[in-house]
């Protein structure tokens, strides 16, 4: 088993930075990829960002990319997600993600292990 515990999350205005934490802990087998993800009231849960623990590739969602910055710190178990340039549509519930899958897509039923989530909210 994986547990993922998120923090981070918060108000901020339209413009600021946030950094969201994942720590981790369980079978690192289990973590061969891990991602953030989002959703907002009344949308799907879309990926924002993953990476492969294992090469450090990432991926970003079109509406993130070049704002966010997705990293790991492998001593401390721990996925960061760096946001800046926050816009209002940013604006949701991010969630963290790891999965055993070497594929390391950034579909949701791709990943069998979830954290809680952290609100996030731009205005």
């Known amino acids: 088993h994986v547990q993922l515990v998120e923090s981070g999350g918060g108000s901020v205005q339209a413009g600021g930075s946030l950094r969201l934490s994942c720590a981790a802990s369980g079978y690192t087998y289990n973590r061969n990829c891990m991602a953030w993800f989002r959703q907002a009231p009344g949308k799907e849960r879309e990926g924002v960002a993953r990476?492969?623990?294992?090469?450090?590739?990432?991926y970003y969602a079109d509406s993130v990319k070049g704002r966010f910055t997705i990293s790991q710190d492998n001593a401390k178990n721990t996925v960061y997600l760096q946001m800046n340039s926050l816009k209002p549509e940013d604006t949701a519930i991010y969630y963290c993600?790891?999965?055993?899958?070497?594929?390391?897509?950034?579909?949701?039923?791709?990943?069998?292990?979830w954290g809680q989530g952290t609100q996030v909210t731009v205005s």
């Open positions: 990476i492969a623990t294992g090469s450090g590739n990432t």
């Open positions: 993600a790891a999965d055993r899958s070497i594929s390391c897509s950034v579909v949701p039923a791709s990943y069998t292990y």
